[in-house]
C-alpha cells in the first residue's frame, strides 16, 4: 500500500490541545525536551540528533553516535523527545521510566511536563527505517510524580527488520510499577510498508484503548491508566542487531504529532 495521506486537523467529537507540524525548522522546546531519560544518563549522552525538512522532523541516528547509557543500557543508541521530565536528587531511584533495577539518577534535573494528557485522541503520520537493528516508537509513560502512575501506553513500535511490502506494527500496554494495569502487548502484520508515511494513532478513554493504523482499528485493550501520561517519540538502535556495511544517518521521519481531548 503507498503512503497514506495526512489526516484532517479537525475531529470530531474532539478539541485539539496539542500539535507539531514541524514546520517551523527547529525544535520547539516550549513542548519537546530533546533528551531520553537524561536522569539516568546525562543530558549530554542521552541528546537527541534531530534535523528539519519539507516540513518534518527527522530524529536520526549517526554512524559515530555514543550509546546513550552505556552503563545500565548496553550498546543501545537513541535519538528521542520528550514531553515530561520527573526525577529524584542525584544517587537516588526517583525517576520515570526505570528501566534497570540498577539504575540511580546520576546528573540532577530540572523536573518540568509540557504536555501530559489523561484520555484523548494521539496521532503521528511517520515513516521508519526499514534497517535491521532499528525501530521507532511513539509511546507514553506515567509521569510518576506517585510511584506507581507508571505504565506504558505504546501507540506504535516499528522494527526495521519488520519493514516491506507487509509489516508488523506492534502496540500495547506494560505495568511496569502499576499493579493495576496487566502486560498486553500486541502485534499486527499489515499490507502496507512501514518505510513509507502511515498514520498511527491510539484513542485512549477511562475504560479502553483503541489502536489505529490508517484511521481502521488494529486492536481494542480493555484497560485504562487513570493518570496523566507523556509523550515518548524516539528513534533506537541495537548495534549488534545491524548488519555490516549498513549506511548511516538512520532516520525516522515524523511529519505530525497531535493531541485531542474529548469534547466534554
Known amino acids: 500500500m503507498a503512503a497514506f495521506p495526512p489526516n484532517p486537523v479537525d475531529k470530531p467529537g474532539y478539541t485539539l490541545e496539542f500539535h507539531d507540524e514541524f514546520a517551523s525548522g527547529r525544535l520547539d522546546e516550549d513542548k519537546w525536551m530533546p533528551h531520553y531519560l537524561p536522569q539516568w544518563s546525562s543530558r549530554a549522552s ?15 541516528i549517526d554512524a559515530d553516535q555514543p550509546p546513550w547509557c552505556p552503563e545500565y543500557d548496553g550498546d543501545i543508541r537513541c535519538s528521542s523527545l520528550q514531553t515530561g521530565m520527573h526525577a529524584g536528587p542525584v544517587g537516588s531511584t526517583i525517576g520515570q521510566h526505570r528501566f534497570n533495577a540498577l539504575s540511580v539518577v546520576r546528573e540532577a534535573q530540572v523536573n518540568r511536563i509540557t504536555y501530559a494528557p489523561t484520555c484523548g485522541y494521539f ?8 534497517t535491521a537493528g532499528n525501530h521507532a516508537a511513539l509511546w507514553m509513560i506515567g509521569t510518576e510524580e506517585l510511584p506507581h502512575r507508571s505504565a506504558e501506553i505504546c501507540i506504535c513500535e516499528l522494527f526495521g527488520k519488520d519493514a516491506g511490502s507487509s509489516s508488523v506494527v506492534r502496540f500495547g500496554v506494560h505495568p511496569f510499577g502499576d499493579d493495576s494495569i496487566t502486560d498486553d502487548f500486541r502485534q499486527v502484520r499489515l499490507p502496507i510498508d512501514t518505510g513509507d508515511f502511515h498514520v498511527y494513532a491510539a484513542e485512549w478513554t477511562p475504560r479502553h484503548i483503541r489502536f489505529l493504523v490508517d484511521n481502521q482499528e488494529v486492536g481494542l485493550i480493555e484497560q485504562s ?16 542487531e545491524t548488519e555490516p556495511g549498513a549506511l548511516y544517518p538512520k532516520e525516522f521521519v515524523v511529519d505530525y504529532v497531535r493531541a485531542w481531548r474529548a469534547v466534554a
Open 123 to 130: 496521532e503521528m503520520r511517520a515513516k521508519a527505517p526499514r
Open 225 to 240: 491508566p487513570s493518570y496523566p501520561m507523556q509523550f515518548m517519540l524516539g528513534l533506537y538502535e541495537r548495534p549488534a
Open 46 to 60: 542521552s541528546a537527541a540528533r534531530c534535523d528539519f525538512g519539507c516540513g518534518h522532523l527527522v530524529l536520526r
